[in-house]
C-alpha cells in the first residue's frame, strides 16, 4: 500500500477558516429557484403539448396550442416555483445555520 500521510497533510495545511456568508443564501436560493422553475416549464410545456395533441387528435379537431401554454404549463410552473422556493429557502438557511455551528466548533478546538 501506498502511503497517504503526505497527501493528506497537504489537504490540511489548504484548509482555511472561511465564515460563511449570508449574502449568498439569496443568491443561491434565487439561482436554483430560477434553475427549477424553468425545468419545470419544459417538462409540464412538453406533457402538455402531447396531452393536448392526444386530446386534439381523439376529437378530430385542430390542436389549440394556448391552452398547453396559457392554462396548463405555466400555472403549474408557477406553483413548481413556489414550492421550489420555500424548500430552496429553509434548505438554505439550515444548511448556513450549519456550517456556523461548524465553523464555531472548529474554531473552539
Known amino acids: 500500500m501506498a502511503d497517504r500521510s503526505a497527501?493528506?497533510?497537504l489537504f490540511a495545511i489548504?484548509?482555511?477558516h472561511h465564515f460563511p456568508g449570508w449574502c449568498c443564501v439569496p443568491v443561491r436560493v434565487?439561482?436554483?429557484t430560477f434553475v427549477g422553475?424553468?425545468?419545470a416549464l419544459a417538462a409540464c410545456l412538453l406533457l402538455a403539448i402531447v396531452g393536448t395533441l392526444i386530446v386534439s387528435a381523439l376529437r378530430g379537431v385542430r390542436p389549440d396550442m394556448r391552452i398547453a401554454y396559457?392554462?396548463?404549463a405555466f400555472p403549474l410552473a408557477f406553483v413548481a416555483g413556489v414550492i421550489i422556493f420555500v424548500l430552496a429557502t429553509v434548505l438554505e438557511i439550515r444548511h448556513?445555520?450549519?456550517r456556523?455551528?461548524?465553523n464555531a466548533i472548529e474554531r473552539m478546538g
Request: proline letters at 0%.
Open 96 to 98: 448556513y445555520q450549519q
Open 37 to 39: 422553475s424553468l425545468l
Open 70 to 72: 396559457w392554462d396548463i
Open 30 to 32: 434565487c439561482l436554483l
Open 14 to 16: 489548504g484548509r482555511g
Open 100 to 102: 456556523k455551528a461548524l
Open 7 to 9: 497527501t493528506k497533510t
